[in-house]
């Protein structure tokens, strides 16, 4: 039997479940201590929802928006499947990186089989990589 985090020794890619809600692009993976989800044309109020193999801890979220991607006024929102985790993420800046600027401790852990989920507010499609630091919980 494997551990929960046993692919911190396969040395590559781990490959998530990931889910947008509108049926476009979507790529999930977890990589050394971060987990990367890539989307593309997330639009008004859609998600991406990631399933987690192993119970972890979010330590940090940032969020870089691809040449293009962005959208005037457009968030993107953290959380662990009920509760929020950060506060929004600007997608406005072509190119641009935004952090979350608070973590809500309260909300960071996420169960083995439980959800991380990325929701857009309003607005038109845009692109982005959202990184998250995590550590095992």
């Not at 998530?16 to 692009?25: D, E, I, P, R």
């Not at 990325?118 to 919980?137: F, H, Q, R």
């Amino acid at each position: 039997m494997k551990s929960q985090n046993w692919w911190r020794t396969q040395g590559g890619k781990f490959y998530l479940t990931a889910v947008h809600s509108g049926s476009a692009a979507v790529e999930a993976y977890i990589y050394n201590n971060r987990l990367f989800c890539d989307f593309d044309d997330l639009g008004s109020g859609e998600r991406v929802t990631i399933t987690i193999p192993g119970a972890l801890k979010i330590i940090d979220a940032m969020l870089r928006v691809k040449k293009s991607g962005h959208v005037t006024d457009k968030t993107i929102a953290i959380s662990n499947g009920s509760d929020a985790v950060s506060d929004a993420m600007s997608m406005a800046t072509d190119k641009g990186i935004a952090r979350a600027t608070t973590i809500d401790t309260t909300y960071v852990s996420v169960a083995a089989a439980g959800t991380i989920v990325l929701t857009s507010n309003a607005k038109a499609d845009g692109d982005a990589l959202v990184v998250l630091d995590i550590e095992p919980n």
